[in-house]
């Protein structure tokens, strides 16, 4: 579980004897920071961090995984699976409205990409 504020990319979470499709994630070893907004954040320097985090993101195995984890879960923090908490709050609003748009050219790599069931967007 990941703890509020700071807190460490999905695969920072993996505990001994939990072996799991975080194991397979690309930004294992990779500074939490990277991920995770620090306080005061904004601007260019938000813009930056976030499309260094999403390149990452884009050739992780587990994306579709990581992705579906984080909208099933809310999780209200952070870059998982290529998005922003800004790009799943506007999914979950959109799916609310009873809206299905296709994943924007950043989101393209389909779920099954990874190991991860498809999602419905
Ligand atoms: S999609 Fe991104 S945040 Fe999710 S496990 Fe892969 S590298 Fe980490």
């Known amino acids: 579980m990941l703890p509020v504020g700071p807190a460490s990319p ?10 799991d499709w975080r194991e397979d994630a690309a930004c294992r070893g990779i500074e939490s920071s990277v991920f995770f907004s620090p306080d005061g954040e904004r601007g260019q320097a938000r813009a930056r961090r976030e ?16 992705r579906d984890h984080a909208l099933a879960a809310g999780e209200p923090y952070g870059i998982w699976g290529g998005m922003t908490e800004t790009d799943r709050r506007r999914h979950a609003h959109r799916l609310r409205r009873g809206e299905h748009r296709p994943l924007t050219p950043r989101h393209a790599r389909p779920a099954s990409a990874g190991t991860g069931d498809a999602t419905s967007w």
Do not use: K
Not at 10 to 19: K, L, N, Q, V, Y
């Open 10 to 19: 999905p695969a920072a979470e993996i505990t001994p004897g939990d072996r």
């Open 51 to 66: 499309e260094r985090a999403r390149r990452i993101c884009e050739d992780c195995p587990v994306l579709g995984r990581c």
